[in-house]
């Protein structure tokens, strides 16, 4: 049995955000995560780094502003992940002109001294020469202001080795099954490791349940007597294609979808991500699937905006996440949801975390540790997470892939050189086998699919490339981990399988 301060339960944004938060304050920190960093939500985002421009339409000003301070210091900490882009709304009539005006003029002024540069607006002629794909009947004039924009689960793996720098334990892999009590309060996690079936126990003074969508499901495991329901998940779906199809520098936005809803166009990593919806669903899933309709209705959207024509053929990915809002009394419309956070402490210490967004991972993490000492009445300590700058920081401009390794980047190379290996895994992908290696040696790579989801972003951008690259993949983590081909078939089979979510 191994002791530690504190032990959070979930590997995604919330949960890493918090671990960085812990270990940087001195607190001897254990993170555990039942499948791989990632897995759910926080790989499967928008790649937003935004004060969220639309909330300002529910007058959630102080969300949004809390989201523009945080979008600051999260491009300023992980510059080689995180960048500022510029978006582009197209906008029609009078009314959509002024609603926008207005809004772009609040938000940059909620920024303050944290705006990221000045919004400007368009004439028709103006905007069409800032996207030239767009379809000249529906706008007659538009907006540009900025945001930012990163890598989600890159992102994570440089939290994870933020975090280990910083003192901390990781495991992925490792479920927890079951909390150990002392005299009615939770002091421990009895822990199996996935892969392998090997169970171990943790202690700590405090638990932290980040795990998101399925939150209650480990509220319900700590307190079997009651019955929880904090959080709603909505479902997002994202397509993706080649640039060509709609090629911008900027990301657009489109203003108003006949669901109310705004729907972004996104230039990322040399391709286009289009989305998202908001479908409120029953039950959360690691492993949702986008409905038709969702699909149906992207490509609807795309092609109002589309100079030319959009079709299903030119999909080379689907991706879908679910988010995990803060359940209010008698709200439905899940796009009317406040994306703020929530902690919560049960009558046996175990605190949780609950909604948020991306962007604001830090200052989760900071409210968490925040609540803990207060709640627990322990001495105060200083959060110093504003001014960390991440693993792998570096502000040298590097193309991608390497960029995703930022300083770290070297180390790929001296691989490449190392093996002799200088090729691709895939023709149609940009990812180098020597990537494959580092991965498996410092970045806790454990299956095909931690490599081609999540380590690189293979799958999302195009997932029948990715399944024709498995087998390369494969055979290069079985060479450096010493696994037979036995490991290899079962890897390939389950890694199809997973692959289908991404393929139409």
């Not at 933020?162 to 150990?180: D, M, R, S």
Request: charge should be neutral.
């Amino acid at each position: 049995m191994t002791d530690f301060e504190i032990i959070i339960i979930g590997g995604g944004a919330t949960g890493l955000g918090c671990a960085v938060e812990a270990a940087s304050r001195g607190y001897k920190t254990l993170l555990l995560e039942a499948a791989d960093y990632g897995k759910g939500t926080s790989s499967k985002s928008t790649k937003l780094v935004h004060g969220g421009i639309r909330y300002l339409a529910n007058f959630d000003f102080a969300l949004v502003k809390e989201g523009l301070e945080e979008r600051y210091y999260f491009l300023k900490n992980a510059p080689h992940l995180a960048s500022q882009q510029s978006y582009l709304i197209p906008l029609q009539g009078i009314v959509e002109k002024i609603k926008y005006w207005l809004g772009i003029k609040i938000y940059d002024q909620l920024a303050g001294s944290k705006k990221l540069a000045a919004s400007r607006f368009l004439s028709k002629q103006q905007t069409l020469r800032e996207a030239k794909d767009l379809n000249a009947d529906k706008i007659d004039g538009g907006a540009i202001y900025y945001d930012g924009q990163f890598d989600d689960s890159r992102m994570l793996v440089s939290l994870l080795k933020t975090f280990e720098q910083l003192g901390g334990t990781a495991l992925n892999y490792h479920k927890v099954e079951e909390f150990i009590c002392d005299d009615g309060k939770i002091s421990g996690v009895n822990v199996s490791n996935q892969l392998t079936g090997e169970k171990l126990n943790f202690t700590a003074k405090f638990v932290i349940n980040a795990t998101g969508t399925l939150s209650d499901k480990l509220l319900d495991l700590a307190e079997p007597q009651l019955k929880h329901n904090t959080v709603a998940a909505a479902q997002g779906t994202h397509l993706v294609f080649d640039k060509e199809v709609f090629d911008s520098e900027h990301a657009i936005l489109v203003p108003q979808t006949s669901d109310g809803r705004v729907l972004f166009i996104l230039p990322w990593h040399d391709k286009i991500v289009v989305g998202t919806t908001d479908v409120k669903v029953a039950e959360a899933s690691l492993e949702p699937k986008a409905q038709a309709e969702e699909i149906d209705f992207i490509l609807a959207t795309l092609n109002q905006y589309s100079a030319k024509t959009v079709t299903k053929s030119e999909i080379k990915a689907v991706f879908c996440g679910q988010r995990p809002l803060v359940r209010p009394q008698n709200q439905t419309n899940t796009a009317k949801i406040s994306r703020k956070h929530e902690l919560m402490l049960s009558k046996n210490s175990l605190v949780t975390i609950v909604g948020g967004k991306w962007t604001i991972y830090r200052r989760m993490g900071q409210d968490t540790l925040d609540f803990i000492e207060k709640q627990f009445n322990l001495p105060t300590t200083k959060s110093v997470s504003h001014d960390l700058q991440l693993f792998g920081y570096t502000q040298d401009k590097l193309s991608y892939p390497l960029s995703a390794y930022g300083a770290q980047s070297s180390q790929v190379k001296l691989i490449q050189e190392e093996l002799n290996n200088f090729a691709l895994i895939h023709p149609d992908l940009p990812y180098l086998q020597a990537e494959i290696i580092y991965q498996v040696r410092y970045e806790q790579v454990k299956t095909i699919e931690d490599v081609l989801a999540r380590r690189t972003r293979a799958l999302f951008l195009n997932s029948q490339a990715a399944i024709e690259a498995a087998p390369i993949v494969a055979k290069l983590m079985a060479q450096e981990l010493a696994y037979d081909e036995k490991w290899q078939e079962a890897q390939l089979s389950t890694f199809k399988l997973t692959a289908s979510n991404f393929c139409l």
